[in-house]
């Protein structure tokens, strides 16, 4: 059975304070592997995707990387406005929709001045 | 108006009601679907919609009944719910259905007394 896993579950940074965040995951045939984030009150918002071993993607303070059996998320001097829940999606091949993208329970962030 | 509009964003219920919860995209795309999210869970995949074509339903029980009149418009039918059945209700949509890219509303939180 597909499965995602995301550690820790809860972090507590001062601003500043550089960290990673991991999703580990086991899946048959690994289409992508996607990073949201999402605030309070609000739904999932798009970050990355990564489809290969050894792919980064950049976005401001954040940097993604994928291995074969994890990805991190890594926040570089995070600030307060980057307190949010980090979820991690993989893709995979699903008999009845084609691909299906199975969520982790997530890493809640929070960056204190 | 643009994105993914879910309505209402509260919602409390009782187990004799029935009630409707709506969503409406503004970015042309093709497939729509709805998550259940849940405290300490992932996201869990409802249904999915492909051009008004109901591709996935993932086991859901059929007190909960969707309804796609056109790729811009998706609706969730609630009868005869759970108290387990409270959660936030996200609706999604993106181009095509294999794509992995979502876009995701704020959400309805219900609650089901």
């Known amino acids: 059975e597909d499965q995602v896993t995301q550690s820790p579950e809860a972090l507590r940074l001062q601003e500043g304070e550089s960290s990673s965040l991991n999703c580990s995951y086991t899946?048959?045939?690994?289409?992508?592997l996607f990073w949201y984030r999402q605030d309070p009150g609000k739904g999932p918002e798009f970050l990355f995707t990564?489809?290969?071993a050894g792919e980064e993607k950049e976005k401001e303070r954040l940097k993604a990387t994928l291995t074969k059996k994890e990805s991190f998320l890594h926040i570089t001097a995070p600030k307060p406005e980057d307190s949010a829940t980090y979820l991690c999606?993989?893709?995979?091949?699903?008999?009845?929709?084609?691909?299906?993208?199975?969520f982790g329970k997530g890493t809640s962030l929070l960056v204190t001045p | 108006e643009t994105g993914v509009t879910q309505t209402p964003r509260h919602l409390v219920m009782g187990m004799t009601n029935k009630k409707s919860l709506k969503c409406e995209q503004h970015?042309?795309?093709?497939?729509m679907y709805w998550y259940k999210q849940s405290a300490k869970k992932p996201l869990e995949l409802m249904f999915v919609?492909?051009?008004?074509?109901?591709?996935e339903n993932n086991s859901v029980p059929s007190r909960f009944s969707p309804e796609c009149p056109n790729s811009s418009h998706l609706f969730l039918h609630l009868h005869t719910l759970q108290p387990e059945d409270s959660a936030l209700y996200l609706c999604?949509?993106?181009?095509?259905?294999?794509?992995?890219?979502?876009?995701f509303g704020s959400g309805t939180q219900l609650s089901v007394l």
């Open positions: 999606a993989v893709q995979a091949p699903n008999s009845n929709s084609g691909y299906a993208l199975n």
């Open positions: 899946v048959s045939g690994l289409r992508g």
């Open positions: 990564l489809y290969s």
């Open positions: 970015l042309g795309h093709n497939a």
């Open positions: 919609y492909n051009f008004k074509e109901q591709t």
């Open positions: 999604a949509s993106a181009k095509k259905s294999t794509n992995e890219k979502l876009f």
